[in-house]
């Protein structure tokens, strides 16, 4: 195992995005459940990775990829979306993944004081990591939106899964 840090996306990772997003449980835990198709996929990306509100990022472990996050600058703050491959999911990535986000905020959003992610009702992993790190939950309907300030955070290892 290796460093643990976040990587700007590339055009290169389309695969590895496109892969993950249609993990059955990433669309299961999705806003949006439908399947995603591959050429919608590169022209979101490509939107994306030339956006100056969205970044994609790609986390690392080491020479692995191991998961990938979303910061999106809107009205209500820094919207943060991720997830972690199959393999390495209940490893600590999430929360790990999650910190690293805050940290990316701060330096790509400086004018970004809140980040927020939305989370679905079945989805107690989720919902536990943005709990363990302090935000508050507001309920609406069958999605848990969770709301704080943005803070640097000291990123540790995870060490869960080997």
């Known amino acids: 195992m290796g460093k643990v ?3 700007p996306a590339t055009e290169e990772d ?6 993950l997003v249609n993990d059955p449980e990433c669309r299961r835990n999705s806003l ?4 995603i198709a591959f050429d919608s996929h590169v022209e979101w990306l490509k939107g994306i990775l030339g956006s100056d509100t969205r970044k994609q990022y790609i986390l690392m472990d080491g020479d692995e990829a191991v998961g990938q996050g979303r910061l999106e600058l809107t ?5 943060i979306s991720y997830s972690i491959i ?8 999430g929360s790990t993944l999650l910190k690293l986000l805050n940290n990316a905020a ?13 989370v679905l009702q079945h989805n107690v992993a989720s919902q536990k990591i943005f709990e363990e790190l302090g ?9 848990y939106c969770y709301r704080k300030l943005v803070e640097h955070y000291e990123v540790l290892y995870p060490g869960g899964c080997q």
């Open 5 to 7: 840090a976040l990587r």
């Open 14 to 19: 389309a695969v590895f995005l496109f892969d």
């Open 32 to 35: 949006n459940s439908d399947r």
């Open 75 to 79: 009205e209500r703050g820094c919207r």
């Open 86 to 93: 199959p393999k390495r999911r209940g490893c600590g990535y």
């Open 106 to 118: 701060l330096t790509v959003f400086p004018s970004c004081a809140y980040s927020y992610g939305e």
């Open 135 to 143: 935000y508050e939950a507001q309920k609406v309907d069958d999605v």
